[in-house]
């Protein structure tokens, strides 16, 4: 009875295949820098260090949210850029609240991470904001002189979103607050 069973189910699941959801296809410099990541988490493991292994391990959870998000779509650095970007945002909120509150030692280990996650955001091959900045004040400046009354919308409108990041090695969140920021002094 119980193996009548389990051939049906096997001849059921072969006729019958359940569809598998594929992950997309990541950069290549996405997995090096998760591999670098998982390297570096197996050597604080070894060495326990506490205080490497939590963030890096922290890293990795986020890594793993955003793919999780992502719903299968490919990620690439700029995606890290952006995550990385994120976490050193709130790491600096978090040391200005702890300097409100006067909590030295907790001011510390929010330094000591946003610095750790600083040097693996500085092995990426994404540019700096000064470079993206000056890559996009030159843009607006062209734009400025064919078009001087060029609204902020129509600057978005001009640039090509699907070449402009690899070409500037630049997530295009990154671009457009760039943009952002340069049209008031432009424009």
């Known amino acids: 009875m119980l193996r009548s069973v389990f051939l049906r189910r096997t001849a059921n699941a072969l006729c019958h295949p359940t569809t598998v959801s594929i992950r997309g296809v990541n950069s290549r410099a996405y997995v090096e820098s998760v591999g670098t990541l998982k390297a570096d988490l197996k050597k604080a493991m070894l060495a326990k260090d506490d205080f490497k292994k939590t963030t890096i391990r922290g890293l990795l959870s986020g890594i793993k949210n955003k793919e999780i998000d992502s719903q299968g779509k490919s990620l690439d650095e700029f995606a890290l850029h952006d995550l990385y970007s994120k ?90 607050a760039s943009i952002a920021s340069q049209y008031k002094k432009v424009f």
């Open 87 to 176: 976490l050193i945002a709130q790491r600096t909120e978090s040391i200005k609240q702890f300097e409100q509150n006067n909590r030295p030692e907790l001011i510390d280990r929010e330094r000591k991470e946003a610095e750790l996650i600083q040097r693996y955001l500085s092995q990426l091959p994404v540019a700096s904001k000064d470079e993206v900045d000056g890559q996009i004040l030159t843009l607006l400046q062209e734009l400025q002189k064919t078009e001087p009354s060029l609204q902020l919308k129509e600057v978005f409108g001009k640039v090509d979103w699907k070449s402009a990041p690899m070409e500037w090695k630049a997530s295009a969140a990154m671009i457009r």
